[in-house]
């Protein structure tokens, strides 16, 4: 079956380092992705993975281990603007995105 | 620029009614995408169109009627909706480069209301 999993919730402070996980159990792996979605807007995409390692992005970084099934987005100087959801994608097969139940994150002050 | 333009914003319709959603992309993208995101889930994919024709239908019932007129534009055609329809619609596209996975851009979404 295809299977990816998140943390529902997560919280940390504002100026602070977080890190949301995303493994995953598919059939077919062409590449994992991360988007952020605020209530009520579009995904925003923020980082792709094909290769294991460390892919970064200004304050965010993604990580992937292909062995192990195992991606992690790093968020660095947590600002308030990033309260949101953090979606995992794996693409399964062309143009198939399965999609994680996401993680919703709050940034307090 | 990797916008991908969605109208209208908010749609209330009855369920006798037949309403259409539109999109567009001036991206040069060949793969376009409808999805149904209901609240705090993630979204699920409905269609895809390749090169202008229908490469995937995830099962969707055929009250929801897809239409890709040229490579910018995609249409999801609707009619006798249930309430249960009610949802954020979504379109993306993607470029379709044939080497490993390609990155989709997401529209605002049409937040459809069904009475």
């Known amino acids: 079956g295809q299977n990816i999993d998140q943390p529902t919730e997560m919280t940390a402070t504002e100026g602070a380092i977080v890190q949301i996980n995303c493994t995953y159990q598919?059939?077919?792996?062409?590449?994992l992705f991360w988007y952020q979605q605020h209530a009520g807007e579009a995904p925003t995409f923020l980082s792709y993975n094909v290769l294991d390692g460390l892919e970064e992005k200004g304050r965010f970084s993604s990580f992937l281990s292909r062995s192990k099934g195992y991606s992690y987005l790093l968020l660095k100087e947590l600002q308030m603007k990033d309260s949101a959801s953090y979606l995992c994608a794996v693409e399964g097969g062309t143009y198939k995105y399965i999609f994680g139940t996401g993680t919703r994150l709050k940034v307090l002050a | 620029d990797t916008e991908v333009t969605q109208t209208p914003k908010h749609l209330v319709m009855g369920m006798t009614n037949k309403k259409s959603l539109k999109c567009e992309q001036h991206?040069?993208?060949?793969?376009m995408y409808w999805y149904k995101q209901k609240a705090k889930k993630p979204p699920e994919l409905m269609f895809v169109?390749?090169?202008?024709?229908?490469?995937i239908n995830e099962s969707v019932p055929s009250r929801f009627s897809p239409e890709c007129p040229n490579s910018s534009l995609l249409n999801l055609h609707l009619h006798a909706l249930q309430p249960e329809d009610s949802a954020l619609y979504l379109c993306?596209?993607?470029?379709?480069?044939?080497?490993?996975?390609?990155?989709?851009?997401f529209g605002p979404g049409t937040r459809l209301t069904v009475l």
């Open positions: 598919t059939s077919g792996f062409n590449g």
């Open positions: 169109y390749s090169y202008e024709k229908l490469s």
């Open positions: 993306a596209s993607s470029q379709v480069s044939g080497v490993l996975a390609d990155t989709q851009y």
């Open positions: 991206m040069g993208h060949r793969a």
